[in-house]
């Protein structure tokens, strides 16, 4: 089955404790994103990805970092947490070459910061 | 820069009235053009798509949308409402050129009455 798979799915952490969130797609897809989602703003693009080793900041990319060593894997890394980063978070990935593609999004992770 | 504007905050429609949920978006030339739904504790599903050719689009669970280029619109329509389509809706674009950027609006959550 075809899917975005994000781990863990609930986190409640403290401030200042390093965490990773993990995203991995089985599709093969060349693009993937990180997007955070808070109440009255939609969502927002942290980070993004167009392939291996190749990643660009979104439009909320402070306090955040990503890398893309393989494919299918693009963790999400908070070094330093803090509370205004507790919010609901997203993966995304797609095939940009395909006609007619879109983004194929993971079931989202709920970061609690305290 | 992209833009994508849903006007309408909440929406409360009765179940088997019809539903229109607006989206306006502001880009250079005619983006890719996406509609969302989000239920509740869910992550983000794909109701239909707008790439090219005819304006009216059909999509899942019998919603539809209107690409209008004058307008800068793509409006998401459905005749008529059921209890289950209560969700978070999402209007989103990105560029015709790739998936560098999938834009979102901030959403319109509908409510259904018995």
């Known amino acids: 089955e075809a899917q975005v798979t994000q781990n863990p799915r609930y986190l409640i952490t403290v401030t200042g404790k390093k965490l990773t969130v993990t995203c991995s797609q089985n599709m093969n897809h060349e693009y993937m994103s990180w997007y955070r989602q808070d109440p009255g703003l939609g969502l927002r693009q942290i980070y993004y990805s167009m392939n291996v080793e190749v990643t660009d900041k979104g439009d909320v990319p402070e306090g955040y970092k990503v890398s893309r060593k393989e494919k299918r894997n693009f963790p999400l890394i908070l070094e330093s947490p803090s509370p205004n980063q507790t919010s609901l978070y997203f993966c995304?990935?797609?095939?940009?070459?395909?006609?007619?593609?879109?983004?194929?999004f993971g079931q989202g992770t709920r970061l609690t910061v305290v | 820069a992209q833009s994508v504007t849903q006007p309408d905050i909440h929406i409360t429609v009765s179940e088997g009235a019809s539903l229109e949920l607006r989206c306006n978006y502001s880009y250079g030339a005619t983006p890719y053009l996406f509609w969302y739904v989000q239920s509740p504790g869910q992550g983000l599903q794909l109701l239909l798509k707008y790439f090219s050719g005819d304006t009216l689009v059909q999509g899942i669970k019998g919603f539809e949308a209107e690409f209008k280029r004058s307008q800068s619109s793509f409006n998401l329509r459905k005749p008529s409402v059921h209890w289950s389509d209560a969700a978070e809706y999402f209007c989103a674009v990105t560029p015709n050129t790739g998936f560098q950027k999938l834009v979102f609006g901030t959403g319109t959550r509908l409510l259904v009455s018995p």
């Open positions: 995304a990935s797609a095939s940009p070459g395909h006609r007619n593609t879109e983004a194929f």
